[in-house]
């Protein structure tokens, strides 16, 4: 098993910055892709960012120039820096990570808890 723990929600008023933190943890031989998704109320989970395991990046074309998100290997971490945030921003962040038990397996996807990110008008 694979535990992800997310730290580093909150509320932030527009215009401010958070940053999100997710620490991997368990049974892993190697982490392929990593990420972060999002769900605002009565709307579908949606992604943010991924980030490969050699820097890759991927965003949302409605946070690109905003979010960065990175990554550290050695300590299996993924984080993601917001800045100029909007309130259309706010949902449910959860982290996403890709992981394999050994060699032979097949990579399988874990989920965070998901923390909460609030902006204010």
């Known amino acids: 098993q694979v535990q992800l723990v997310e730290a580093g929600g909150g509320l932030v008023q527009a215009g401010g910055s958070l940053r999100l933190s997710c620490a991997a943890s368990?049974?892993?031989?190697?982490?392929?892709?990593m990420g972060w998704y999002r769900q605002a109320p009565g709307k579908q989970r949606e992604l943010v960012a991924t980030i490969s395991r050699a820097g890759s990046t991927n965003y949302a074309d409605s946070v690109k120039g905003r979010f960065t998100i990175s990554r550290d290997n050695a300590k299996s971490t993924v984080s993601l820096h917001m800045n100029s945030l909007k309130p259309e921003d706010t949902a449910v962040y959860y982290c996403?990570?890709?992981?394999?038990?050994?060699?032979?397996?097949?990579?399988?996807?874990?989920w965070g808890q998901g923390t909460q990110v609030t902006v204010s008008s």
């Open positions: 996403y990570v890709e992981s394999r038990r050994n060699i032979l397996r097949p990579a399988f996807g874990s």
């Open positions: 368990g049974t892993i031989f190697s982490i392929d892709d």
